[in-house]
């Protein structure tokens, strides 16, 4: 009983003397060296390290008179590899200068490919795990050890000395990795803070870095390893540097809501089907007051929207407000122009103002020339472009650059005329006198006619909702498609899409919120008009349905307004979601 209570007293002295003269192994990526110390008891699995009562797998045992003590556990205390290779059967151990592969099947020991007996150095222990030879600890592994034969005990204390940054051949030093957090703990969808305290000795800074595990946030509790290396300007790399990290189990945000919380206007948020089911899908509708515009007609070119034969692709008057749209496609075999053609019907003389306009040149890629032309168009540019067409006479009103097979064209053009002019959208190779001869070119399945409105406004109230909602553009339903004539036709028609109509939302004293676009549709790229902002969405490439939303706009809750002004892109689907996302003040 009193040697037990030595044994226990020493423990604890040996506890105090680790505490203040050691670092702690989790800790051990310092500049100062750090020591281990191990108390292990033959054929006993209790053993002590640090002071710290552990158990064993496999204890220290005599075999021939021989002290053989367990590898791994040690190998682990120090800081040293100790492994199991599936493949090659093998056990691999690495001491500094030292690379030790030990085959049990074939009972061989390899040191830096000098082969000794495998019986003579190690042996497995009953329960299957690697025993070392207790000398090799002073050999090999650089270890002081002692044996107190009375107690049956085995002292090892291995100092591990640390390596050095500055290489002599080189006269310069390896960077030095180092960062911390901002704080302790986090919550759970907490952006996480990194410190970075990395350094050159040289002076010559930090050329590259390379993070494993870091993440903005973590939305499952528990410790993280968190590692950085780096690099400086000669490629010479440090050692990895790693820290752990406290997650808890406290919310600050989830997985939904922090993207929207975090990322900036023009973020992309990828989304997936669950997601937005769960989330996205059926939103109730933001309250609106819709008023119509009629006071600028509305000519819309857009069937055929690719174009076969030379022609006259759609036709019809404007006297007094108009706004003329085209989007085309050349599916001829040659090149052709695009033009709008003017001519006065009357016995006066007639002016035609432009006031604003959107062009694009032509290209291949239906969604580009949308955008580009939208663009252009949403600008909304200061224009005093004027042409006076006499009585009975046709001039060209707007000539393209000549395009190619499947290239296509987009336009946009608000005119104001003191008189009545017949307007015709011509595809053709060459524009003459007998232009106006040439064929109408039949519908084909898209839009085409004229549209008493062309301009929408949208009152909504966004100013005190509270669960996520929406507003639906394009759908035919909750934004109905504007009713029309088609002069060619002779007979009532939809514009489907709204294409060539300008939306304009207005809310006043809009809360702190996002607003992002979701398309449902199909595939968008078009601009959007915020507070006489222009935003692109997205900055390159397209959207695709359900797949990803992007953040157009956030609010502080201190604006007096906001605006948003969009007009259908051609070449995108519809409909799609513009959603408001309440943000809550989070500390």
């Not at 044996?147 to 390596?163: A, I, Q, S």
């Not at 819309?300 to 085209?326: C, H, M, W």
């Not at 504007?482 to 809360?511: C, E, F, L, S």
Request: aromatic share 10%.
């Amino acid at each position: 009983m009193n040697q037990m209570k030595k044994e226990v007293s020493l423990m604890m002295i040996i506890a105090l003397l680790c505490t203040v003269l050691f670092t702690p192994l989790a800790m051990a990526q310092g500049v100062s060296s750090a020591s281990t110390h191990v108390l292990l008891y033959v054929d006993k699995t209790e053993a002590f390290l640090n002071g710290k009562q552990v158990t064993l797998e496999s204890p220290a045992t005599i075999i021939k008179d021989k002290m053989f003590v367990p590898a791994k556990f040690l190998g682990d205390a120090m800081g040293l590899k100790v492994e199991w290779n599936e493949k090659t059967r093998q056990i691999e151990m690495v001491t500094p200068g030292y690379n030790i592969v030990l085959d049990s099947d074939r009972k061989s020991v390899w040191i830096n490919g000098m082969m000794e007996p495998f019986d003579s150095v190690a042996a497995i222990s009953p329960e299957g795990k690697l025993l070392i030879k207790l000398t090799w600890l002073a050999d090999y592994m650089g270890a002081r050890y002692t044996y107190n034969d009375e107690l049956r005990r085995v002292e090892v204390l291995h100092t591990k000395t640390p390596d050095g940054v500055y290489i002599p051949n080189s006269g310069n030093s390896k960077p030095v990795a180092k960062f911390a957090f901002g704080k302790e703990t986090y919550r759970l969808g907490e952006p996480v803070k990194y410190i970075d305290l990395s350094y050159d000795p040289d002076a010559e800074g930090i050329a590259r870095y390379e993070w494993k595990g870091n993440q903005e946030a973590f939305f499952t509790p528990g410790t993280y390893p968190i590692t950085l290396t780096v690099w400086d300007a000669h490629g010479n790399q440090s050692t990895a540097y790693t820290r752990n990290i406290t997650i808890g189990t406290e919310t600050y945000l989830n997985a939904v809501e922090y993207p929207i919380y975090t990322k900036p206007p023009g973020s992309y948020i990828k989304t997936d089907w669950s997601m937005i089911w769960g989330n996205f899908w059926k939103l109730p509708e933001l309250p609106k007051q819709v008023t119509s515009d009629s006071s600028r007609k509305l000519l819309v070119s857009d069937s055929p929207e690719e174009f076969t034969e030379k022609g006259i692709l759609y036709q019809d008057k404007v006297n007094g407000k108009g706004r003329l749209y085209a989007d085309h496609i050349n599916g001829t075999k040659e090149k052709v122009t695009m033009a709008i053609l003017a001519r006065n019907t009357t016995d006066k003389p007639v002016k035609i103002k432009t006031t604003n306009k959107g062009e694009v040149f032509p290209s291949v890629y239906a969604n580009l020339i949308g955008n580009e032309a939208s663009v252009d168009f949403l600008m909304n540019d200061t224009y005093n472009e004027e042409m006076t067409v006499p009585p009975k006479q046709t001039f060209i009103y707007s000539q393209m650059p000549d395009f190619y097979p499947a290239q296509g064209v987009n336009l946009f053009y608000d005119v104001e005329t003191d008189g009545e002019i017949e307007f015709s959208f011509v595809a053709t190779d060459k524009i003459t006198q007998d232009t106006l001869k040439l064929p109408l070119l039949p519908f084909t399945g898209h839009v085409r006619g004229s549209f008493p409105v062309s301009e929408v406004k949208w009152n909504v109230d966004a100013s005190s909702f509270t669960t996520p909602s929406r507003l639906i553009i394009g759908d035919g339903k909750s934004d109905p498609f504007q009713p029309g004539y088609d002069t060619m036709r002779k007979q009532n028609v939809t514009n489907d899409g709204n294409y060539g109509v300008v939306y304009k939302i207005h809310a006043d004293k809009p809360r702190k919120m996002a607003i992002m676009i979701q398309p449902l549709g199909g595939v968008f790229k078009g601009p959007f008009k915020i507070n006489g902002e222009m935003h692109l969405v997205p900055q390159s490439g397209v959207l695709t349905a359900f797949d990803g939303m992007q953040i157009l706009a956030k609010t502080t809750g201190e604006e007096d307004s906001l605006d948003i002004e969009f007009t259908p892109p051609a070449g995108s689907a519809f409909p799609i979601d513009l959603i408001f996302y309440p943000l809550e003040d989070k500390k």
